[in-house]
């Protein structure tokens, strides 16, 4: 029988709870094997006038990468991610962020992403690795 573990909510995250100043307030959805995320990209998220900046798209990424295991119960931290932007991503623009598991190697996750428009047009992709942690450890000897 494994061992079940709490994941771990940060009061203060950029991207999925309250407590930040611009509130992105990400709500996760789980389809099929693949976690889901919609966005309403807004002027205050943009860098150049009218483009969605490109850390808060690395942002996004991250967190929809992170449900992808998350959704099964394990916490893990991300060790890196690599983002493609293919088309600028403008404000007005409602986006939808996919991500799914591709391997798992003992503590170590890799993952896949897709961000795209309502149309479905392809706006950027990323790949993520995440590394596995008992939180309540990490905590105790920071």
Same mark, same amino acid.
């Given at each position: 029988m494994s061992e079940e573990r709490k994941i771990y909510s940060v009061e203060h995250c950029f991207g999925c709870r309250d407590g930040n100043i611009l509130? *992105?307030? *990400?709500?996760?959805?789980?389809?099929? &094997?693949?976690s889901h995320v919609e966005f309403d990209v807004t002027e205050e998220y943009c860098g150049h006038p009218h483009v969605l900046h490109g850390g808060v798209i690395c942002t996004l990424f991250d967190e929809v990468m992170y449900y992808a295991f998350a959704?099964?119960?394990? &916490?893990?931290v991300t060790t890196a991610v690599s983002v493609r932007y293919h088309a600028p991503t403008l404000a007005g623009t409602?986006?939808?962020l996919e991500a799914w598991q591709t391997e798992r190697r003992g503590n170590r996750i890799k993952v896949k992403s897709e961000m795209k428009d309502t149309e479905g047009k392809l706006l950027a992709e990323a790949e993520g690795t995440f590394f596995v942690v008992d939180v309540e450890r *990490?905590?105790?000897h920071t």
């Open positions: 509130k *992105l307030k *990400l709500k996760n959805q789980t389809i099929g &094997d693949r959704q099964f119960g394990i &916490d893990a409602h986006i939808i *990490l905590i105790k």
